[in-house]
């Protein structure tokens, strides 16, 4: 059975892309128990919603915004790599 691993040696674009999903998801379900506020779970939702967007359509806005910044992908460093 193959075990998928992240390389885990640099940042790059998808490697960001899902801690900042994962902080805020964690952050948002923390402040709504805490405060009580029942708005902070509609943003919870809607990382959800778009987290299932980019598996079928492949489209990431937060990656999009990461990249124009200059933050290489995965795929730029190892062709970087090879040469």
């Given at each position: 059975m193959?075990?998928?691993?992240?390389?885990?040696?640099?940042?790059?674009v998808?490697?960001?892309?899902?801690f900042?999903?994962g902080?805020?998801?964690?952050f948002s379900?923390?402040?709504?128990?805490y405060?009580?506020?029942?708005y902070f779970?509609?943003?919870?939702?809607f990382?959800?919603?778009?987290?299932?967007?980019?598996a079928i359509?492949?489209?990431?806005?937060?990656s999009?915004m990461l990249?124009?910044i200059?933050?290489?992908s995965l795929l730029?460093?190892?062709c970087?790599?090879?040469?």
């Open positions: 193959a075990i998928y691993r992240a390389k885990t040696d640099s940042w790059y998808e490697r960001i892309t899902s900042l999903a902080f805020f998801v964690f379900v923390i402040l709504g128990l405060t009580g506020n029942k779970f509609y943003f919870t939702a990382i959800g919603f778009m987290l299932m967007f980019f359509t492949g489209l990431c806005p937060s999009i990249h124009k200059g933050v290489p730029e460093r190892y970087e790599e090879e040469k």
